[in-house]
């Protein structure tokens, strides 16, 4: 089973700054790497697929990227509504998912 | 709109049975893979079982054997049928659109979920 280890578990930042979030894989997954969003008791949204590709709707400032082991998210300029949980996910080979990184509020 | 809105959840007892249900609308059902995806309290999220448009169907080892997945495209509903369930099994279980993209499956869209809470 592939692995996905995100980092950090917490992150403590402030609106308007720039946020990198990372996610690994302990083996190669080429670019089939999705990145959520989670907000409690909603659905998961989907943010990017192909480590790079924004989905339907996602506003330009979520951008991905990276390859086989190493990616990133960035959120350009943190929104009130981007404090919550963001997990990256491989479809590679069957589906793992990272255990998440949780943006809060500085 | 796409929309999934899963059901059937609620408290069961070690050993028990229960049967998901995932309607979904806003978009051609029966063309469409959908996933089932779980999260336990305090956990992430962890792959359940897929079903392909054609039927096909896979399972995490986890739920290998005790759980079903199926569609009634004429109903536009999946549904996961859990047997011998055990206390792990507790979490909240969630529906997701199967997107095939670049040799394999994304999950495009989601429900908002249903719990599972499996307790004597």
């Known amino acids: ?106 | 709109e796409v929309q999934l809105v899963e059901s059937g959840g609620g408290l069961v007892q070690p050993g028990g049975s229960l049967r998901l249900s995932c309607a979904a609308s806003g978009f051609t059902f029966s063309i469409y893979g959908i996933h089932w995806v779980r999260q336990a309290p305090g956990k992430g999220l962890e792959y359940v079982s897929s079903i392909t448009n054609g039927g096909g169907t896979t399972y995490a080892n986890s739920v290998k054997g005790r759980f079903t997945i199926s569609r009634d495209n004429s109903k536009d509903t999946l549904y996961l049928q859990m047997g011998s369930l055990r206390a792990e099994d507790t979490a909240v279980y969630y529906c997701a659109r199967a997107v095939w993209y670049s040799g394999s499956y994304y999950f495009d869209y989601w429900g908002q979920g249903t719990l599972v809470t499996v307790s004597s």
């Open chain 1, 1 to 106: 089973e592939i692995v996905m280890t995100q980092s950090p578990a917490t992150l403590s930042v402030s609106p308007g700054e720039r946020v990198t979030l990372s996610c690994r894989a302990s083996q190669s997954v080429s670019n089939n790497l999705a990145w959520y969003q989670h907000k409690p008791g909603q659905a998961p949204r989907l943010l990017l697929y192909g480590a790079s590709t924004r989905a339907t709707g996602i506003p330009d400032r979520f951008s991905g990227s990276g390859s086989e082991t190493e990616f990133t998210l960035t959120i350009s300029s943190l929104q009130s509504e981007d404090f919550v949980v963001y997990y990256c996910q491989q479809y590679h080979d069957w589906y793992t998912f990272g255990q998440g990184t949780k943006l809060e509020i500085k």
